[in-house]
């Protein structure tokens, strides 16, 4: 008979999984046993025998055991298909009506650490960041199939980041046929969507109620949009009534996308303006002044020890572009980094704000929608945060 794999915690060292901790670490950890491969399910015990939860285990990942339930129940299609399917419950019911794309599993956020599920359409692309989910995948693949009958389901799990370094992630078509890129609608805006060849999953679906709350905010301004990739930002603000965008980005691919979704929303492009370059370059050298300035830079900093690092670049820009808003502008600024809390953020920006000499009105904290919610346990969920700054 084969034992199971099992996973024993120090004695008081059991109270972050009892209050929701979904990552136990190996300084937790007493003692690994009957453990074969790794991503392997587990049972996490206390010292004295006593049943916490159910996750996978591998000990060559920061964090050893990644937890899936703490129910005394078995890790089997039928609990893949009912947690994908508890999930996506939640998006109908309190997204109303459902949007064009949407995530469909958040991770840690719905309790199935290292998977991310989105929606485009009536096709699914899936992430399998950890050698447990990878293990598994054939299972959220049959439950993704049962439940939302999609079209295609693509895996986008290279451009992850979760264990990249001690796994050989992958691209693929598992299932269906894809076209060459997907047509989405996001109130009203249009955008075409290249998955294998886009950042994340193709296109930015955390960001789009922020998007929205542009163009309500838009009308008769003049707006710099950095880090534009394919433009999603520009669109609904030329659509929310901007005299004008312009979108700077290092690629050249996003920037030809962009233009593409600002024509297929029949835009004047004459007030929709591209530039190919560098942000922190752009914005020493800028001279124009604007209505309001967009900031939603990629991750600056990808593990703890690169945090003094992302500080100084997320500070660089802010001051920049704070020097560049006309009295009573906006500025819209964003940080997806994980370990940049929202507390340090706001920190970093109000230091921006003294070296530019600016008096600043905090308006709104933005974040993600109500598609990438957050284990209350788990604050390192909340990785997007933001803020919506009126410079005087």
């Known amino acids: 008979m ?38 392997e399910v ?4 206390d010292e004295d025998g006593r049943f916490l939860a159910r996750g996978y285990v591998n000990r060559r990942s920061g964090i050893v055991v990644r937890i899936l339930t703490t129910e005394n129940i078995s890790v ?31 991770a840690e956020g719905d309790f199935l650490p290292g998977l991310v599920v989105d929606r485009y359409g009536g096709g699914i692309v899936v992430q399998c960041s950890t050698a447990g989910m990878q293990r598994l995948k054939g299972l959220v693949v049959q439950g993704l199939v049962a439940l939302l009958q999609p079209e295609f389901i693509y895996e986008k799990s290279r451009s992850s980041e979760s264990e990249k370094q001690i796994m050989d992630l ?11 890129r997907i047509l989405i609608e996001e109130e009203g805006a249009r955008f075409l969507v290249d998955i294998p060849g886009g950042q994340k999953t193709g296109f930015f679906l955390d960001q789009r109620p922020n998007r929205l709350m542009l163009a309500e905010i838009a009308r008769d301004m ?40 600002a024509r297929l929303n029949d835009l004047d492009m004459s007030r929709f303006a591209c530039v190919r370059e560098d942000i922190f370059s752009f914005l020493r050298g800028e001279r124009r002044k604007w209505d309001a300035v967009i900031l939603d830079p990629p991750k600056f900093a990808r ?19 704070m020097k560049l808003i006309r009295p009573g502008g906006m500025l819209m600024t964003f940080s997806c980094s994980s370990h940049v809390t929202e507390d340090l953020f706001q920190k970093i920006v109000f230091g921006a704000a003294a070296d530019a000499a600016r008096q600043v009105q905090l308006l709104k904290r933005l974040h993600a929608g109500a598609d990438h919610p957050v284990n209350l346990a ?12 009126r410079v005087l």
């Open 303 to 321: 593990a703890r020890g690169e945090l003094q690092r992302a500080a100084r670049g997320y500070k660089d820009i802010n001051l920049c572009a």
């Open 170 to 180: 992958a691209d693929s078509l598992l299932f269906g046929r894809m076209p060459e």
């Open 222 to 261: 003049e707006i710099l949009n950095c880090f534009s990739y394919t433009g999603g930002f520009g669109v609904h603000a030329l659509r929310g009534g901007a005299k004008s965008v312009l979108n700077v980005d290092v690629s050249e691919t996003a920037l030809e996308h962009a233009a593409e979704n």
């Open 42 to 45: 587990c049972t996490i015990l």
């Open 76 to 106: 089997d299609g039928n609990f893949i298909k009912k947690s994908i399917d508890t999930a996506d419950n939640l998006r109908v019911r309190t997204m109303i009506p459902l949007p064009g794309a949407y995530r469909v599993v958040n």
């Open 2 to 39: 084969v034992k199971e794999c099992t996973v024993i915690v120090k004695k008081g060292r059991e109270k972050p999984i009892l209050h929701g901790h979904p990552w136990v670490f190996s300084g937790a950890i007493r003692e690994i046993s009957h453990c074969r491969v790794e991503g």
């Open 378 to 389: 788990h604050r390192e969920g909340e990785y997007l945060k933001g803020m919506l700054l």
